[in-house]
């Protein structure tokens, strides 16, 4: 398909993917609580003629237009669930759902795919392989629903995968891409730290577990400038600290909770065999005890150089494409790492960023949003990718 036609099929179908965009915005569901969003998208997905898997991996649904076996096959991925976060935007597409919202751009990733796959099924007499459409549940939250739908079949004869994330920290207009790691990896940590609850004008009395848990916090930060290697980035994020509800009483329990990413393996071990020190040494010195949960996060996503090259040539070739830019790797994490260790493929951003609409927001933020002309780029370079990646397959 030249891609002349593929903007102006994008253009024609704008209107229905701002509709698709705006209804997942109106309706969302948190994650592993998905249920009438993967409902809506497999009953979309028959509307167009595919062949549609539900409750794949849980709630994931899967389509596939498929030509010939024999072909080349490319999957295409977006997520579908929302944040825990109230939506403070005055728009007339706002969450309905109080203390919900999409605040990550699920929405706009959901109605992307779903577009390409209406263009894609009407127009599949031009196409040169075969197309899975991935949509995916549960993203935001460990283990994630991408290492479950690949345990359920989604990957079954895909030969590359591509996914993208819309993104306000670029303008719309550009797109950005990223050769080889591309995000760290994201591990979570909850520790109930246990003292001895006392009268607070009698701390001698007590085992104080907020005086513990404090020191814990500045404590843990030496071992981010002190016991990792400079050259290898760290962030330490403590983001949860809860404990006590009277000015005058010493409590028994503090909670504290946070974020520990890194790119390897090694960083990564580091930090939690310093953590563990930490907490062994508070043990010593103040008579504590602790409960400690520590969850591993999500291998690093490693994109594929040919396939970054596709879409990095796809995105150069789309007129409404002013800038292809390559961006740093980031400490952010995301579970597509997980179909990437099994096809190649890449993920890449679509920039959709637009102070004069208020879509400057940065990501899970109550006000986040969109400029939705973005998501014709999404769009574009997409379905350009996919008929480049033919080309490339068949040649």
Do not use: W
């Not at 800038?323 to 597509?336: A, Q, R, S, W």
């Not at 949003?369 to 999404?378: P, Q, R, S």
């Amino acid at each position: 398909m030249e891609t002349s036609q593929i903007e102006k099929l994008t253009q024609k179908n704008y209107n229905e993917l701002v509709r698709l965009r705006r209804h997942f915005h109106m309706y969302p569901e948190l994650s592993f609580q998905e249920v009438q969003t993967p409902a809506y998208i497999a009953q979309y997905l028959r509307e167009l003629g595919l062949d549609v898997q539900e409750g794949i991996g849980g709630r994931g649904v899967v389509g596939r237009l498929i030509i010939d076996e024999a072909l080349p096959t490319v999957a295409l991925r977006a997520d579908f669930d929302a944040l825990p976060i109230q939506d403070m935007k005055d728009v007339p597409y706002k969450s309905t759902v109080p203390g919900v919202m999409h605040a990550c751009g699920h929405d706009a990733h959901t109605a992307v795919v779903l577009t390409v796959a209406r263009i894609l099924s009407q127009h599949k007499d031009e196409l040169t392989g075969n197309v899975v459409f991935i949509f995916q549940h549960a993203e935001e939250v460990d283990p994630g629903g991408a290492i479950q739908m690949i345990a359920d079949g989604c990957l079954d004869g895909v030969d590359a995968i591509f996914g993208q994330h819309v993104t306000s920290s670029l303008e719309v207009g550009t797109i950005g891409y990223k050769y080889g790691t591309a995000t760290g990896m994201p591990d979570d940590f909850t520790i109930k730290i246990h003292g001895r609850g006392a009268h607070a004008s009698k701390p001698h009395v007590a085992i104080d577990p907020v005086a513990a848990a404090i020191t814990f916090c500045n404590q843990l930060q030496y071992a981010v400038t002190r016991k990792s290697k400079p050259m290898e980035p760290v962030v330490l994020s403590i983001t949860m600290f809860n404990g006590g509800h009277q000015h005058n009483v010493i409590p028994d329990i503090v909670t504290v909770g946070g974020t520990i990413r890194t790119f390897t393996s090694e960083a990564q071990n580091v930090m939690i065999t310093e953590l563990k020190k930490c907490l062994e040494g508070l043990v010593t010195t103040t008579g504590i005890s602790y409960d400690l949960d520590y969850m591993k996060g999500y291998p690093p996503v490693v994109n594929d150089t040919d396939k970054t090259d596709i879409v990095l040539e796809s995105a150069k070739e789309i007129s409404t494409v002013k800038e292809v830019e390559e961006l740093e790797p980031d400490l952010g994490g995301e579970d597509f790492s997980y179909y990437l260790q099994r096809v190649p493929g890449t993920f890449y951003y679509t920039g959709t960023r637009n102070s004069n609409f208020k879509a400057d927001y940065p990501h899970h933020h109550s006000k986040f949003d969109v400029d939705e002309k973005g998501l014709e780029n999404a769009v574009s370079v997409m379905l350009k990718s996919v008929f480049t990646f033919f080309e490339k397959e068949t040649k």
